[in-house]
């Protein structure tokens, strides 16, 4: 196998998200960038320089209908509905023509390069039943991390102890169940929410937008190329990352991903 280096991996990720657009918007499905990705987009009209993902937005109607009617020949779309050992709680889209090793437990052997497509779900107008809502969604990612992150010789003895108890007092969870239970709990107020929020990837009470900010949509550059995003993509950045626009110190301008691509 021929490793794939950053400059490579990056036309890959990109080539996903074109033919991704392009499915999208012969079908009617809306999507948009998100997270990182938007503020290199606004930022820097494409990948800020440190980083090495794509992350788009799909509100769940939408992911749908995408999963269920995606076809592509080097493409698969990857969520914890459609792949009984998915280790993700949200949809990912990946090039089959390559293997993607990851720094983690049970680390998928069929997973390529790929993009992440994160399901957006509506949340409950009511305050108290949006915060037991989160309250459920961090125990079982907690219990998640117990059963993926991997023990390491260099880290915190103290740290790898609690992992360690944390595996054994789960171990007879099963990874696959507690993937799926998250993934599908928003799905009873998936209906007249006014809020939505990207709660499968961790997305605390305090990013919860409102559902208007998904129902409009502008172009935006990334990489020479023209995307799509929510049309409110100020007001949602600033709601996440406070001063999008103002570079992070030197330090922090590191990639927070750990793994290699392979050419199959």
Not at 124 to 145: A, S, Y
Not at 154 to 176: D, T
Request: aromatic fraction near 12%; proline fraction near 4%.
């Amino acid at each position: 196998m021929r490793e794939i280096l950053l400059d490579e991996l990056k036309k890959i990720q990109l080539d996903i998200l074109i033919r991704i657009h392009d499915f999208c918007m012969q079908n009617g499905i809306n999507y948009s960038l998100s997270s990182g990705t938007l503020i290199g987009a606004i930022r820097h009209k494409g990948y800020i320089p440190w980083d090495d993902d794509i992350d788009i937005y799909m509100l769940r109607p939408d992911f749908d209908k995408f999963e269920r009617d995606f076809s592509d020949p080097d493409l698969q779309v990857m969520s914890p509905n459609k792949n009984v050992n998915c280790i993700y709680p949200y949809g990912k889209v990946y090039d089959s023509r390559t293997l993607l090793i990851e720094d983690v437990n049970n680390s998928m052997d069929c997973l390529g390069v790929n993009i992440d497509v994160f399901v957006i779900d509506s949340v409950p107008d009511n305050i108290n039943k949006r915060k037991k809502l989160f309250r459920k969604n961090t125990l079982l990612e907690n219990i998640m991390l117990f059963k993926i992150i991997k023990l390491k010789k260099n880290r915190n003895i103290f740290k790898n102890l609690i992992l360690l108890l944390g595996r054994v007092a789960f171990c007879y969870v099963p990874l696959n169940w507690l993937i799926k239970k998250k993934y599908n709990l928003c799905i009873p107020y998936n209906s007249a929410s006014k809020y939505i929020c990207n709660v499968m990837a961790g997305g605390g009470i305090k990013s919860c937008i409102p559902h208007c900010y998904m129902s409009s949509f502008i172009d935006v550059e990334f990489e020479t190329h023209t995307f799509r995003c929510m049309k409110e993509f100020d007001k949602y950045l600033r709601q996440n990352y406070g001063n999008y626009m103002k570079l992070p110190p030197k330090e922090e301008q590191i990639s927070t991903h750990s793994f290699k691509a392979y050419w199959k």
